[in-house]
């Protein structure tokens, strides 16, 4: 594991291309161990939603989910690096869709219009977040009536030190943040995956 950890530091430090890491990111989201199609249908997705992938990558789920909600639905693509949003607005573009907002955050504000979204989705974020409990209580205005956030983040041990976050450890902070575990899935072997909701919404 720690071999793993010094490589992705020098990866980092030594810097890669912004399509190199769009790649990276869109291969572990369609990998079949990491079951795209499970979360997919687990979200619940419905046409007309507004949901915000927050910390996008290469857009793998940005485009899923603008498929899913369809024209009458909005994607905000979300994520703290310009290049990779451009990156996701050439494959959305390709793509021939055009319901896809691109939002360019800072590691503790994710710039979304208050009220936009349905679904927050949250996938291998959470550990990068400087104030989980501050940042997660300040987005609560994005949200919509009924709206949820989805959090995937991997197990302690399961993934490269330091990028990973204990299951409970997620459900405490969103607790401390003004959230209720809604649902909680078990299908994703290395990782957790919980759905929060408001705690004034129970």
């Not at 994520?79 to 869709?97: F, P, Q």
């Not at 300040?138 to 919509?144: C, D, E, G, V």
Request: aromatic letters at 12%.
């Amino acid at each position: 594991m720690v071999w793993k950890s010094l490589l992705i530091a020098y990866l980092f430090i030594c810097g890669s291309s912004a399509q190199y890491w769009a790649d990276f990111f869109n291969r572990d989201a369609a990998s079949p161990e990491n079951k795209p199609d499970e979360i997919i249908s687990a979200l619940s997705l419905k046409p007309g939603m507004g949901v915000a992938d927050l910390g996008a990558g290469g857009g793998y789920f940005t485009l899923r989910f603008a498929r899913a909600v369809g024209k009458e639905g909005k994607v905000y693509a979300v994520d703290i690096r310009e290049d990779l949003l451009e990156i996701i607005r050439d494959a959305v573009s390709k793509s021939g869709l055009d319901n896809v907002v691109y939002v360019c955050a800072r590691e503790d504000d994710s710039m979304l219009p208050e009220g936009s979204a349905d679904l927050i989705f949250v996938r291998n974020v959470f550990h990068h977040l400087p104030d989980q409990e501050k940042y997660f209580r300040n987005i609560r205005p994005k949200l919509r009536p009924g709206g949820r956030i989805a959090i995937i983040e991997y197990k302690k041990g399961s993934y490269y030190a330091g990028h990973e976050t204990p299951e409970e450890t997620v459900i405490a902070s969103m607790k401390k943040a003004g959230y209720a575990l809604w649902k909680r899935y078990h299908f994703l072997e290395k990782q957790s995956f919980t759905i929060f909701i408001p705690a004034e919404s129970r």
